[in-house]
């Protein structure tokens, strides 16, 4: 018997607004939680800053990095998102705006086909808008005459356009009702902080999207986090959950890396494998966390349909900027916008859709975006040539002072010229939009890591539109509007990334239905960015917290399933150890490579069908094998002719490429037809989750009608068991294994000319032993293509799918 497992009423994965949210109102309706998070705490004053600390700032576990900055990118697309406990709260720039009404949209098309299609509508989130606000206390900026916010709002009415003060999860004073003051110490709320730590409010230092080392935003971890701590939730940081299982009755086991969690260690982190079950499992890992832990568990949760993936946008996000803006009043004069001073976002412009306005289009949000003060720096510094001629120019007076023999002891305002004016930095503006691009990208794994099929060329309008507003905002500014760079390549950057495990209306459309719940494993729930089915429009925080709250608020509504309590541990899910044949024993051996490729599809038990099905869905499976005999004369002479098989798999609906853990390969096995020999293979090896599988596949070499040798011997039909299944006589398969997906693999030409190259013999006299499995080869074709034609007869194992 295994040691216990620990057990739960509900594992939070994730430490975003839909898994925070979820994580305080179970804990607060009595529910044991835990909330496992992959990144560590920040308390105030522990976020990056110097050269140093930034360079450990991202996430690459595989690269001993943990810190903050989640960088990713893909084929059209750069992501960015974070590692931390308050996940996305850590460094969004605080915006909390409800979706509008009517953005809700009901069957809109897509340009490949399918529809944009929210199963829910505003009236069914208003009050949950309403408690994640009354949690996160967001207000408007109470400083109107900072100087980006008042050109933003100068612009929008120069053109006619709608602006307005966006709600921000800050705090600028020390309690409410109290006025706004910076540095002040913020009042604790009644369940405490997590962190132990003083929270002060804001100083205006544009630092938001960095990280807040005064604890002046209200970021989840301040509020969701510490309120369910207050309520009993454990939260254990460095948590990179894996895997995942349903247990036979109900619930399921979640598997993680625990990595070691002294500060000192630098990234040298040690890694615990550690295992959890539960009865609710709610995945808010975000949208690339979640989705890939779906992708990746494909095999354990097989009623996950093909919806998973689908659905991807990147909420409409685009990067621009406006470059030294003049003061209208005195042409040639800079006029002072100084982004650097405030909030990140203070004030943002709406654009109406089409849903609002006919012919308007899809509609979007620009906002001003500021930057940390620091950077002011960065960005005066690196003008290379501006700063040479100033250089150059003080060189030369003081050269002319001591030319001269002037004695000028004070040269301050030389210094000063050295510095120069900070002209660009405080006179552009770094603008932000969102909203309703389309949402048809897909989200896959390639090579076993993420992936991601999406492309602006089908929001080319809607994309077309904001450049051109906000190229009127730099206009009416006085600036020079300027593209990111990466715009040049029609490449976007997108700090809100939704969908690949969206809400449908049925399995066919999306992930979970309009409860969050996914279709086909019941408990198992998706709240976070990957459950919207499009995009939100506005910044997409509180959509996605509000409809956390919606679902977890149904879940308590339901009756609770009787089964162990929450205290009680439950006992491992062990699979029984399988009896695998002993290894042949080595004597004079021999060995050749081989590689199959082909498709295979989940959840089809016929090899042809789900070949076929495999290739229209381009869901590929290829193996490379090594096969040895490692004594041929013993090969030879038994009648399983069992032989060694080592390699790997690639298959990337199972998350790339994997080992093979054990395998055999039998050749040439006579079987029970007349005239009919068969190759075997079973291959035991586990997808990226830890579950283990088997691959049992066999070619039949049997003489049929036409010259059909190189069919026979170059064409595996494999089917894909769950669990390491044991051979059966002679490598058989006795179908005792559960079919979890089929397919058919070829040896191509090419690759067949290889393996002709591969042949090597070991042991003492090793072209001999070549030569006895070249004889053994030779015979066994000729047995079954030349027998005598009185032996010939119809076989039923020609069916693939038998």
């Keep these: 018997m295994g040691a216990q497992v620990e057990h739960v009423d509900a594992v939070v994965v994730g430490s975003g607004f839909g898994a925070s949210v979820s994580a305080f109102r179970l804990a607060e309706a009595g529910r044991s939680v835990v909330v496992l998070e992959r990144g560590r705490a920040y308390p105030p004053g522990s976020f990056a800053r110097s050269p140093y600390e930034m360079s450990r700032a991202f996430w690459e576990p595989k690269d001993e990095l943990f810190g903050l900055f989640d960088i990713r990118s893909f084929r059209k697309i750069e992501g960015i998102v974070s590692a931390g406990l308050g996940g996305g709260s850590l460094i969004y720039a605080n915006v909390l705006l409800r979706k509008d009404e009517r953005w809700f949209v009901h069957d809109s098309p897509l340009p490949g086909g399918g529809y944009e299609n929210w199963p829910i509508g505003r009236s069914d989130l208003d009050r949950h808008y309403d408690a994640v606000e009354a949690m996160m206390t967001p207000t408007t900026n109470p400083y109107p005459d900072l100087p980006k916010s008042k050109a933003l709002r100068d612009a929008a009415t120069s053109l006619g356009l709608e602006s307005f003060d966006p709600p921000l999860a800050i705090s600028f004073s020390s309690r409410r009702g109290a006025p706004a003051q910076p540095k002040q110490i913020i009042e604790e709320p009644a369940y405490g902080n997590l962190h132990g730590a003083t929270r002060l409010t804001c100083r205006l230092c544009g630092e938001c999207d960095i990280g807040c080392n005064e604890g002046s935003k209200n970021t989840l971890d301040h509020n969701y986090l510490s309120a369910a701590k207050a309520k009993g939730a454990e939260i254990r940081t460095l948590a990179d959950v894996f895997g995942i299982t349903p247990l036979p009755d109900g619930g399921y086991e979640v598997r993680y890396t625990q990595y070691g969690t002294d500060p000192e260690a630098d990234g040298k982190r040690g890694r615990v494998e550690v295992r959890i079950t539960c009865e609710q499992l709610f995945l808010g890992a975000g949208t690339f966390g979640s989705t890939t832990l779906l992708l990746r568990n494909r095999v354990a949760l097989p009623a996950l349909g093909r919806a998973l993936g689908s659905r991807f946008s990147g909420n409409g996000d685009l990067l621009t900027f406006s470059l030294a803006a003049q003061a209208a009043s005195d042409s040639g004069q800079m006029r002072l916008i100084d982004p650097a001073y405030g909030p990140v976002i203070t004030t943002a412009i709406r654009k109406p ?53 002037t004695n000028e002891s004070t040269i301050s305002a030389e210094v000063a010229k050295l510095v120069g004016q900070g002209r660009l930095t405080s006179s552009s503006l770094p603008l932000l939009g969102m909203g309703r691009d389309t949402p048809d990208g897909r989200i896959t794994l390639t090579d076993g890591e993420l ?352």
Excluded at 374 to 388: D, R, Y
């Design 353 to 405: 859709d089409g849903v609002d306005e006919e012919g308007a289009g899809r509609g979007y949000y620009v906002q001003e975006a500021g930057f940390p003060e620091f950077a002011n720096w960065l960005i005066e510094t690196s003008q290379v040539t501006s700063s040479m001629k100033r250089a150059a120019a003080v060189v030369r007076q003081l050269i002319s002072y001591r030319l001269k023999n």
């Design 451 to 802: 992936d991601v099929e999406w492309t602006t060329a089908t929001s080319e309008a809607y994309f077309d539109s904001m450049r051109s507003t906000m190229r009127d905002i730099s206009d009416t500014l006085g600036g020079r509007f300027r593209d990111n760079p990466l715009w040049w390549t029609k490449r976007v950057i997108t700090v809100h990334p939704l969908g690949g495990a969206p809400m449908g209306r049925h399995v066919h459309e999306g992930v979970v239905d309009s409860w969050n719940e996914s279709f086909g494993h019941p408990g198992l729930f998706v709240v976070d960015g990957s459950a919207v089915p499009g995009p939100v429009g506005p910044n997409p925080s509180l959509t996605i917290a509000a409809m956390a709250d919606r679902a977890v608020e149904r879940v308590l509504e339901q009756p609770r399933k009787k089964g162990r309590p929450a205290s009680a541990a439950a006992a491992p899910v062990e699979e029984p150890e399988p009896v695998a044949p002993a290894d042949p024993i080595a004597g004079r051996g021999m060995e050749f490579t081989e590689k199959m490729r082909g498709f295979i599809a989940l959840g089809q038990t016929d090899s042809r069908t789900g070949w076929r099905m495999g290739r229209q869905l381009t869901q590929r499976f290829m193996f490379k094998l090594t096969i040895t005999a490692p004594d041929v004369e013993r090969f030879v002479g038994t009648e399983d002719h069992t032989a060694v098989a080592k390699g790997y798999v690639d298959s990337d609906i199972l998350g790339g490429q994997l080992p093979v853990q054990r395998g055999w390969a039998n050749l040439f096995v006579d079987t029970e037809h007349d005239g009919t020999r068969e190759m075997r293979y079973r291959l035991w090896f586990s997808d990226m989750s830890g579950t283990p599988i088997t691959m049992y596949g066999f070619k039949t070499v049997r003489d049929d009608p036409g010259f059909d040798i190189w069919t026979d011997t170059s064409t595996l039909y494999i089917r894909l068991l769950k669990g390491h299944v044991p051979p059966g006589p002679n490598g058989a398969d006795d179908g005792t294994g559960e079919v979890i997906a089929a397919g058919m693999l070829r040896i191509l030409p090419a690759d067949f000319a290889r393996q002709l190259t591969t042949f090597k013999g070991s042991g003492r006299g090793p072209i001999a032993s070549i030569a006895r499995f070249g004889t053994f080869f030779t015979k066994s074709v000729m047995d079954a293509y030349l027998p005598p034609a009185s032996e010939k007869g119809p076989s039923p194992r020609q069916e693939a799918g038998r």
